[in-house]
């Protein structure tokens, strides 16, 4: 390169770097910008949320107090729940519970209408929020396929040890079970006696005599009084009566009277009988009828049962020949032990395992979550509710048609169903 040529490149490197300059201030200003806006758009939702409109107002409560702090959300037109609201204070006075809520929501309270939300933290509640009624029809959809898919090859495999097992279960509980009402039956004859005097005398044969009786009598009587007069009309006292004196005589045969009954009922009241048949099905049709319309018959059985069914004695018996006839039956275990540590078992079990544990881990990632997405929210609730008794109480807060007069007080309501406590997500993804 002659020296002629370096004050033109020179002029090119020079012109290089200064563009390249320029384009980093405008990229720097840029970034610059967008952080300042994403601060800004923070420091906004912070303002608002912390010098929004407040104002604070009781509310009655239906079932139960809240605590200071109990949230109150809203859920806007795109589904997403805000806290709208919280406790300040409670009192659980006579006849109804009352509360004071510190509002800072969009629109005035009486805007709103207010639904009380518990969670008693039960088992059933933490199905339902791990399983709401979409996942599980997910879930039963997904099994039933893969026991359309491998029901077939599972059950020709475990058949026949569920089958030996069953064949020895059988005569070990029967026999169980002998023995354990054998040593309750001093219990039993005790609980049938009390029964037989509170609720048989006392109650059904006073319900049969008022009640059933009549039903019968109407319905039966006139079928029973026809069947008898037509007996009636074929029966001989005489070859009766002269029977019976010839067995009551010294004479070697004695049994002419049992003869002479055995012939009457074979020959003459039985075809007596079959003849009425048709009268006696519909007599019987009859009272049926009118013994299950009867409401009095029906109240008073229904709550017999009830009774008998509730009754803690018998309970505690039943429990205790259940416990004793399969639960704590040791020949009953080791039937199971034998019949299901076979090779036969063992291979049943690895081949279920293979063909349902990607299902298993799959329904169960959906449900608790994976170590790479973390617990689900769902997971989420129930261990907030059930460990650190956490989310026990909300209120939700619903747009009304038309605001509430401001002097009518506010009344929180509970609609029956089941509620799930909103979870707020506060971090934005970057």
Not at 69 to 77: P, Y
Not at 78 to 107: C, F, K, L, N, R
Not at 262 to 267: A, G, L, T
Not at 348 to 375: C, H, K, S, Y
Request: with cysteine.
């Amino acid at each position: 390169m002659s020296s002629s040529d370096w004050p033109q490149l020179r002029w090119k490197l020079t012109t290089l770097l200064g563009v390249l300059f320029w384009i980093g201030c405008l990229v720097a200003i840029a970034i610059a910008a967008r952080s300042r806006a994403a601060e800004a758009s923070r420091v906004t939702e912070i303002a608002t949320h912390l010098f929004r409109r407040s104002e604070s107002f009781p509310i009655q409560l239906p079932n139960g107090p809240l605590r200071h702090g109990d949230a109150v959300f809203a859920v806007d037109a795109s589904g997403q729940w805000s806290q709208v609201g919280h406790a300040t204070s409670s009192a659980e006075s006579d006849p109804q519970p009352t509360a004071v809520i510190q509002w800072y929501g969009p629109q005035p309270a009486s805007h709103y209408e207010f639904i009380y939300c518990r969670n008693r933290g039960t088992l059933a509640e933490a199905v339902e929020i791990l399983l709401p009624s979409d996942r599980r029809t997910a879930i039963l959809n997904r099994i039933a396929a893969a026991q359309r898919l491998h029901g077939p090859e599972l059950t020709e495999a475990f058949k026949p040890v569920i089958e030996q097992t069953l064949r020895e279960s059988v005569p070990v509980i029967e026999q169980a079970l002998v023995q354990a009402v054998r040593a309750h039956q001093a219990e039993i004859d005790a609980i049938g006696k009390r029964f037989e005097a509170e609720l048989i005398n006392d109650r059904v044969v006073p319900l049969v005599r008022s009640e059933l009786l009549p039903i019968v009598r109407a319905h039966g009587e006139p079928v029973a009084t026809e069947i008898g007069q037509e007996i009636w009309d074929r029966a001989s006292l005489f070859r009766f009566g002269w029977r019976i004196m010839y067995d009551k005589s010294p004479l070697p045969q004695r049994d002419l009277s049992q003869r002479e009954w055995e012939r009457f009922m074979e020959q003459e009241a039985i075809p007596v009988f079959e003849s009425h048949v048709d009268a006696i099905v519909t007599a019987v049709k009859d009272i049926l009828r009118d013994v299950v319309k009867n409401e009095a018959v029906r109240k008073e059985v229904t709550l017999v049962l009830q009774e008998v069914a509730s009754d803690a004695q018998l309970q505690a018996l039943a429990g205790s020949i259940v416990r004793d006839a399969i639960v704590e039956n040791q020949a009953l275990r080791q039937v199971w032990s034998r019949n299901w540590s076979t090779d036969r078992a063992q291979a049943a079990m690895q081949l279920a395992n293979e063909r349902l544990e990607p299902l298993v881990r799959e329904i169960g990632d959906e449900i608790f979550g994976t170590p790479e997405t973390g617990i689900s929210p769902e997971f989420a609730r129930v261990l907030r509710n059930q460990i650190l008794n956490k989310d026990r109480r909300w209120i939700e807060a619903a747009v009304l048609p038309a605001p509430r007069d401001k002097d009518q007080p506010a009344v929180a309501k509970t609609d029956g169903q089941s509620h799930v406590y909103p979870l707020l997500f506060f971090a934005q993804e970057t």
